[in-house]
């Protein structure tokens, strides 16, 4: 199994959602998330006043699936999510070695 924890613009959210359902992912976590990559943020002017703006608003996605779904998932997302702009996100896919679903005590794949 793997987790894909896709960072992306918030105005991608829905986009993102549709490719998700199309791979019949059976869940996922949705967190409003703050931060920055190789933009740096952006200066902007405010009453004659320069700010630097560095931290800015993103939405995480989290989800686990089967090993097999994680590749066309993330070439699904890279194809319809990418503006060519910085802040477009990023995906980070990490090993689960298990996976327990409390209610049954299903275990690995049957409790996805």
Do not use: W
């Amino acid at each position: 199994m793997k987790k894909l924890e896709i960072i992306i613009r918030s105005e991608k959210l829905e986009s993102l959602k549709a490719i998700l359902e199309g791979c019949k992912v059976n869940g996922l976590m949705i967190s409003n998330v703050m931060g920055y990559g190789n933009q740096k943020g952006y200066t902007q002017m405010y009453r004659g006043t320069k700010y630097h703006v560095n931290l800015l608003p993103k939405v995480k996605v989290e989800t686990v699936v089967p090993k097999e779904l994680a590749d066309p998932i993330i070439d699904a997302v890279v194809e319809e999510i990418n503006t060519g702009s910085y802040g477009d996100g990023k995906i980070f896919v990490y090993d689960v070695e298990d996976a327990v679903r409390i209610r049954t005590g299903e275990h690995g794949r049957e409790a996805l």
